[in-house]
């Protein structure tokens, strides 16, 4: 689990709403999760332990049990010989008071090249907990150029599938 990312551009999905860079897929998408402080600190611990994830379908191993710039992570769907790994570091997490979350790049090996972020905000104004995916992506193997299109769109689906799975794993 310890090759190094395969893009360029670490860290391009810091900024909330920023631009993204060119020549990739972008997604993103956001949900509303609830209402309150004590969502956000649910969802968020959910997002940054991995635990959101794994609800969600997908395997996770990581070299620790928060999300931290360096951490090691490797997410897998499928089973035995049909699963997919998929292997990243995480580039950078943020734990402020009401934004929680992280990001993890690719590495040589993984499927595609790019960047994904995972983030849960509050709205002082309004209180509502939002959750954002964020992320640019292109074909990095034979397999997920081959697949075009599908790729991308099982990546929206994936997102989605996480607000649902953070919603309810928020609610408490």
Sequence with gaps: MTSPLNYPETGATTRPGGPLPAGYNHLRH?????????????????????????????????????????????????????????????????????RIGFAYGTRTGHPECGEESFVVELDSATGAVWFTVTAFSRPARWYTRLAGPVVPLCQRLYAR?????????AAG
């Design 30 to 98: 956001r949900a509303l999760i609830g209402y309150g402080r004590d969502v956000l600190e649910r969802a968020g611990a959910a997002v940054t332990t991995w635990r959101m994830h794994r609800a969600a379908g997908v395997r996770v191993r990581a070299d620790a049990g928060r999300a931290a710039p360096g951490v090691a992570v490797e997410c897998a769907i499928g089973v035995g010989p049909l699963r997919l790994a998929a292997p990243c570091e995480v580039v950078w997490s943020t734990y402020e008071r009401d």
């Design 161 to 169: 599938r996480c607000g649902v799975t953070l919603r309810r794993l």
